[in-house]
């Protein structure tokens, strides 16, 4: 039944992650600060790490650039991830998070990044293509650095579908309609996103126009309400834990996309199985200081995950 295999993970537009501590955030005011942490950032990038914490064959794909490119290289390589790096003019953006010890809260500020042109998405096509040879699942994750082509989702996507694999897509905007025509197999928006992309402000009906295009299945974050997994003809699904957890929430929705990365390179498809994976380790996220880990306790949260028909529960009203 198990088919395990290749993980490989896309990130158009990395970033040098930058994080700080402090015991609690006064806007407008001064703070001393312990040493900030700096390391390889990006969503795909924080999908691999989680992934390959879980034991999984992953490889990492992305661009690289500039002084700060020099200094995220030296990260990725120190993290003993898999990866392949693409060389890029433009400079590797940068992402800076203050994490409020007090409440708990992160605050994040995310350079949009910089189109490498023609050639650089050309050279990461073809990495792309390359590597989706012994690759089980294909994961294209993160935001598009402004002027990207439209068509560079699409043609990630289409790569998958040439191997016969199965992709997932964690993008906004346009990139996320355009991955649901090209025909991914799972998107995992937030409802914003969803709604941002769709301009349809319920989200069951916007995840099903975005499934009539070709897509399985969306898993739709709704925050500290957990998530959705809706299919074109099935009630959609929803799980979540009992309680909420107080944390650092910006990796939640990279565990979650790494934990049906995990379950599709295993040849599991059932979508209740991959939505209770996905939110008890997003849940798992939420406990670990910075994204890219998860805590052990994603074990045990599965095991208290109930997943119910929507119609048996109120999360889209609760989540407004």
Known sequence: MSRPGRIVTVTPNPALDMTWHVDSLSVGESHRVGTGRARAGGKGLNVARVAAQQGADVVAITTCGG???AEFAAQLRSSGIPHLLVPVDPPTRRSVAIVDAATGDATVLNERGSDPGPAGWRALLDATTDAAASAAVLVVSGSLPPDAPGRLVPELVGIAAARGIPSIVDTSGAALVSAARAGATVLKPNRAELVEATGIDDPVAAARTLLAHGTRLILLSLGANG?????RDDDPLHA??????????????DAAVAAASVLLAQGVEDPASLLRAAVAWS???VLEPIAGEISPAHVEFAERIDVVPLSKTSPLTEAR
């Open 240 to 253: 979540r834990l009992p309680e909420v957890l107080a944390g650092n929430p910006t990796g939640a929705g």
């Open 67 to 69: 002084s700060t490119g």
């Open 227 to 231: 998530m959705l997994a809706v299919t």
């Open 283 to 285: 849940a798992a996220a």
